[in-house]
Nanobody, 120 residues
Framework: QVQLVESGGGLAQPGGSLNLSCAAS????????IGWFRQAPGKGREMVAT???????NYTDSVKGRFTISRGNAEHTVWLQKNDLRPEDTAVYYC??????????????WGQGTQVTVSS
């Protein structure tokens, strides 16, 4: 099992910045893909950014150039730096960790989510 704990959400003004962090514990050696998803009110959960083998691999188009996913200095910590925030970035952000064998998903773990609200 892998446990994920997010922190860093809150209220930001349009054009502002927020950093989210995700601390992973447990059987982290099984994880090879980690990233962030979000779910806005009334919408489905969407992928925001993911890393594979510690390298950023994918961003959803709406956040490219504004968000950056990176590995933290602390072991098993993943950050999401969010700049130039927009009201449409308002959502609950979830940390996601996956154990994959190629294209096959073996296990997937979710954090509890952290609310991000962008409003003036």
């Amino acid at each position: 099992q892998v446990q994920l704990v997010e922190s860093g959400g809150g209220l930001a003004q349009p054009g502002g910045s927020l950093n989210l962090s995700c601390a992973a514990s447990g059987s982290t050696f099984t994880v090879n893909v980690i990233g962030w998803f979000r779910q806005a009110p009334g919408k489905g959960r969407e992928m925001v950014a993911t890393m594979k083998y510690n390298k950023p691999v994918n961003y959803t188009d709406s956040v490219k150039g504004r968000f950056t996913i990176s590995r933290g200095n602390a072991e098993h910590t993943v950050w999401l730096q969010k700049n130039d925030l927009r009201p449409e970035d308002t959502a609950v952000y979830y940390c996601d960790a996956q154990a994959r064998a190629g294209a096959i998903l073996i296990n997937e773990y979710w954090g509890q989510g952290t609310q991000v609200t962008v409003s003036s």
